[in-house]
Nanobody, 117 residues
């Protein structure tokens, strides 16, 4: 099992920045990728950014150039630096960990990001 705890959400004005953190615990040695997803009201959950165990990253087109995903292996933590925030970035952001063996997805409880115009 893997446990994920997010933090760092909040209210920010358009153009501002936030940094989300996700601390992982449990059987993290088995994790192959970690990422951030978001779900806005009335919309499906979507991938925002992902970092694979080798270090490669990928981003949703809507956040490229504004968001950066990174990790600190010593702290078992993944970050999402969000700059130039827009009202359309408003959503609950979820941390995700994926294990190839067994195709297991693990989720945090989410943290709310609200961007005011």
């Amino acid at each position: 099992q893997v446990q994920l705890v997010e933090s760092g959400g909040g209210l920010v004005q358009a153009g501002g920045s936030l940094r989300l953190s996700c601390v992982a615990s449990g059987s993290i040695f088995s994790i192959n990728a970690m990422g951030w997803y978001r779900q806005a009201p009335g919309k499906q959950r979507e991938l925002v950014a992902r970092i694979i165990s080798g270090g490669s990253t990928n981003y949703a087109d809507s956040v490229k150039g504004r968001f950066t995903i990174s990790r600190d292996n010593a702290k078992d933590t993944v970050y999402l630096q969000m700059n130039s925030l827009k009202p359309e970035d408003t959503a609950v952001y979820y941390c995700n960990a994926y294990r190839v063996v067994g195709r297991m997805d693990y989720w945090g409880k989410g943290t709310l990001v609200t961007v005011s115009s």
